[in-house]
């Protein structure tokens, strides 16, 4: 269970407060803290933080003790960590029962202003047209020919396409990602009065998967000169040198015993549906937050895309913006942490005019009221607990949404598509916050 340490918690709709920690280590099921030292992250977890503060260790790993790294975590496995905030590495992940090893030390990354002096011409990493199969198809074969990445070493990115992280990640069964957007030239990105980012026609979202130490997949979500999106999925091979487009079917891979599934382009809008904007994770609150640029230091997202002029008007100070906390770690209160949680992994659906044919709403600015979520019997069915709702008040073993979180059974956990395994810390953040709930709204 994750427990918060520092004073000032704020309502669901505050921005988060950060917490003063040293030192966090986990054994077995147990948390020690040592409050007093001084770190540059704003708050620890079972396993760091792995998008924006320290990196996940490794499940079983052994702990980053620099400031920044990730901490030690349980014996099932844990996701890649990205750069720490302002200290040491990230761990790296693990799915099998000895884990990844643990975040390192490393060199303090500096805060500065903004991550990305300027904005830089695209020339390169243009949207094409949609695919037609026929043998002459002039659509990218491979990721070296999407002119997104650099012509000599296809693992670095094109100058002007700008790396983003987001606060509460998706789960992807402990997958680390590196993500990107190419907007062009010329063009603005509109935020809409939900805080959700409209992109405009000709934009490029990258985002790129790997699995203890594995290159997996770098998908892309192009939106077309129709504006509509489409996502398309570039498959590593073996050596991790060679990504080529798949077609339109599900592939898999098994890396270590995971079965890892490249998803369908049918698949890519199945979440990256019209209701969500089709464009999921850019948007003020999955933003707004800092993360370590590469070849500059660490700046908060919103204020370097506002420098840059990346926004149709500028949303402002960032401090007067939502900001989510993400899920692992002890920012904002246990209930922003449990429905940022829901919000990234669970609102795609779960929203008015979702794919879900069920009345719930789980949008993290949605009050709990108006979710039709608590004390709500479920009407996907009960699955033989008679007196479950969707959210129970204190009461674990009756809420449905707990339960199909922690299912691996298909048809009943939940999500339903794009993982395999239960996210144990994001299972933990929705157990704090039901267990602390005293009645409905």
Known sequence: MLKRLSPGDGGLFSPPQPAKLALCMRIPSYRLCFVGLTLAVTGCSADG??????????????????????????????AAGNPGGSGGSGGSGGTTPTGGTGGTGGTSVPKVPFGVDKRV?????????RPTNAANDPFPKTIADTGCFDAVDVHKPRPALIPFEVAAPLWSDAAGKRRWMAVPDGKTITIEADGDFTFPIGTVLIKEFELDGVLLETRFLIRHTDGDWAGYTYRWDDAGNVATLLGDVVDYRFVNDLEWQFPSRKN????????????LGPEIGQLNSEMAY???????????????????????DPKTLAAYPSPTSLAG???????????????????????????????????????????????????????????????????????????TTQNVRMPAIGTALVDKLGLEAIDAWITDLKTCP
């Not at 500059?296 to 990346?310: E, P, S, V, Y």
């Not at 922003?336 to 979702?354: E, I, T």
């Open 49 to 78: 933080d792995p998008d924006n503060q320290g990196g996940n260790s490794g499940h079983g790993g052994m702990a980053g003790m620099a400031a920044g790294g990730g901490e030690a975590g349980s014996s099932a496995g844990g």
């Open 121 to 129: 011409a695209n020339p390169t990493c243009i949207a094409p047209a």
């Open 268 to 279: 890519c809008l199945a979440c990256h549906s019209t209701s969500a904007g089709r464009s």
């Open 294 to 316: 590469p070849g500059t230091g660490r700046a908060n997202q919103l204020a370097t895309l506002d420098h840059i002029g990346m926004f149709k008007i500028s949303p402002g």
């Open 333 to 407: 209160t246990v209930a922003q942490r449990a429905r940022a949680y829901l919000h990234s992994n669970c609102s795609h659906c779960h929203r008015p005019g979702g794919a879900m044919e069920t009345a719930i709403d789980l949008r993290y600015l949605t009050p709990l009221a108006e979710t039709k979520a608590c004390n709500i019997v479920p009407s996907k069915g009960q699955f033989g607990l008679p007196d479950s709702r969707i959210i129970v008040p204190g009461n674990l073993s009756d809420s449905i949404l707990r339960f199909r979180m922690s299912s």
